[in-house]
């Protein structure tokens, strides 16, 4: 707790700060940016193309 500009009191807990905006984008581009990079074209891989293959048939 710290000392207010009229000698209140107040309350500065890590819950009651709010979120930094760096924070938030920063944890998105971690969660999302490998995702991202690891989608691969759906018709360049063999596995998709035997996909494709048996649903045609």
Not at 35 to 42: G, K, N, R, S
Request: charged share 10%; no cysteine.
């Amino acid at each position: 707790m710290l000392m207010g500009r009229e000698g209140t009191l107040v309350n500065s807990t890590y819950f009651s700060r709010p979120i930094p905006l760096r924070l938030i984008l920063l944890l998105t581009l971690a969660v999302h940016g490998p995702l991202l990079a690891m989608q691969l074209p759906i018709t360049n891989s063999y596995d998709a193309n035997f996909h494709i293959f048996f649903a045609s048939h």
